[in-house]
């Protein structure tokens, strides 16, 4: 789709999809942002409005794809990086190094305490993707991740007030 297709779709209440541009003005550096580089040659776009904005502290460039978060890192040796994981595979918190990454994201049916302690031990923050539900969430939480991260966020944070965790 072009850029003019996606813009015109509904992002939810009416809401049109936002630019990054977009993104980081609202977000203005008050939470962390995750910007995930889904695309080829998506790395220096993304990186020269981070960097306009002024919001190089604010954000977390992640990828599956190993090789756009090298290049990032290669832009600029600052920035941070975060490397996706759909499988826990051999060697994936040293992969994760290898690039510069100081945080890894692996599917959540994949973590696993052992994983969750290798990757604390290296000095990874690790985080789990896309539990949806209270179950999910809670399993996901024991392991001793750092994140979560969650379709459904306003049911996360719910279940994290009635814990007295938020």
Known sequence: M???QVRALDAGLGERVPTLREVLETVGGRVPLHV???APGTERAAVKEVKEMGMEDAVIFTSFDLGRLGRVKR??????????FG??????CTK????GAKS??????ELSRELVDQAHGLRLRIGGWNPDS?????????????????NRPAGLIAMLERAGLR
Do not use: H, N, Q
């Open 2 to 4: 072009t850029f003019a």
């Open 36 to 38: 995930e580089l889904k």
């Open 96 to 99: 994760a190094l290898r690039v």
């Open 75 to 84: 832009v600029d040796p600052s920035l941070r990086v975060g490397a996706i």
């Open 104 to 109: 890894m994201y692996v599917y959540y049916e």
């Open 134 to 150: 209270e179950p999910e969430w809670r399993d996901v939480i024991a392991l001793g991740v750092d994140l979560v991260s969650t």
């Open 87 to 92: 499988e826990a595979s051999e060697g994936c």
